[in-house]
């Protein structure tokens, strides 16, 4: 019989809090066994398999993401929302890399939990950019300039990748303000025409 209190949720909130101590790729099985304090034969009644594990954590990560921008961005608009959104999700990925790491593919076609947890985090982004009058492709292209910005910032920042004496806080305003520079810039999808000869 499964032990009792393992469910399947609490299996994948331990594989979680796993992921982020020794990384989401390098989790596995026999590792969160001997965390949850079972047999690894024994984890299998209780998950079907290590890709059930990943998928689980995956939806999970990105529902807790969803709920910290969501949070963070709640009653802002404009760029306080825009730094708000930036600063929790930078936030988050330093608290949980290994979270992180597993919500950031995007979902397969036919999985519907795991699209609708990724529609969650991004309607938070597209609330964000409908304050500076961005809908549409507009929006699509400005979320992904964006959350690309993010990720590269923290995942550097998180692998020890910045050495030079500046103040990681200030380098990333300085980001996330040239970021909202150039969403005022394309509010009507197209930059404003710098003045010179006709």
Same mark, same amino acid.
């Given at each position: 019989?499964?032990?009792?209190?393992?469910?399947?949720? *609490?299996?994948?909130?331990?594989?979680? *809090?796993?992921?982020?101590?020794?990384?989401?790729?390098?989790?596995?099985?026999?590792?969160?066994?001997?965390?949850?304090?079972? !047999?690894?034969?024994?984890?299998?009644?209780?998950?079907?398999?290590?890709?059930?594990?990943?998928?689980?954590?995956?939806?999970?990560?990105?529902?807790?993401? &969803?709920?910290?921008?969501?949070?963070? *961005?709640? &009653?802002?608009? &404009?760029?306080?929302?825009?730094?708000?959104?930036?600063?929790?999700?930078?936030?988050?990925?330093?608290?949980?890399?290994?979270?992180?790491?597993?919500?950031?593919?995007?979902?397969?076609?036919?999985?519907?939990?795991?699209?609708?947890?990724?529609?969650?985090?991004?309607?938070?982004?597209?609330?964000?950019?409908?304050?500076?009058?961005?809908? #549409?492709?507009?929006?699509?292209?400005?979320?992904?300039?964006?959350?690309?910005?993010?990720? #590269?910032?923290?995942?550097?920042?998180?692998?020890? #990748?910045?050495?030079?004496? !500046?103040?990681?806080?200030?380098?990333?305003?300085?980001?996330?303000?040239?970021?909202?520079? #150039?969403?005022?810039?394309?509010?009507?999808?197209?930059?404003?025409?710098?003045?010179?000869?006709?």
């Amino acid at each position: 019989m499964p032990r009792a209190g393992l469910a399947p949720a *609490a299996v994948i909130t331990a594989g979680a *809090a796993l992921a982020d101590e020794v990384g989401f790729e390098r989790l596995t099985m026999g590792l969160l066994a001997k965390r949850v304090g079972v !047999r690894t034969p024994s984890l299998y009644k209780h998950i079907d398999s290590l890709d059930a594990l990943r998928r689980g954590i995956s939806i999970q990560a990105k529902r807790e993401l &969803g709920d910290t921008l969501a949070s963070a *961005a709640a &009653g802002k608009s &404009g760029p306080d929302a825009a730094h708000a959104f930036a600063d929790a999700y930078r936030r988050w990925v330093l608290d949980h890399p290994g979270r992180y790491a597993a919500s950031v593919r995007a979902p397969p076609a036919d999985d519907e939990e795991d699209r609708h947890a990724s529609n969650e985090a991004l309607q938070v982004l597209l609330d964000v950019l409908a304050g500076f009058g961005l809908h #549409g492709a507009s929006a699509i292209d400005a979320a992904r300039a964006l959350r690309s910005a993010v990720h #590269g910032f923290a995942s550097l920042e998180s692998a020890g #990748g910045f050495g030079l004496p !500046r103040d990681a806080d200030r380098s990333y305003r300085f980001l996330i303000d040239a970021l909202i520079t #150039g969403l005022k810039a394309d509010r009507h999808g197209h930059s404003t025409p710098s003045a010179g000869p006709a």
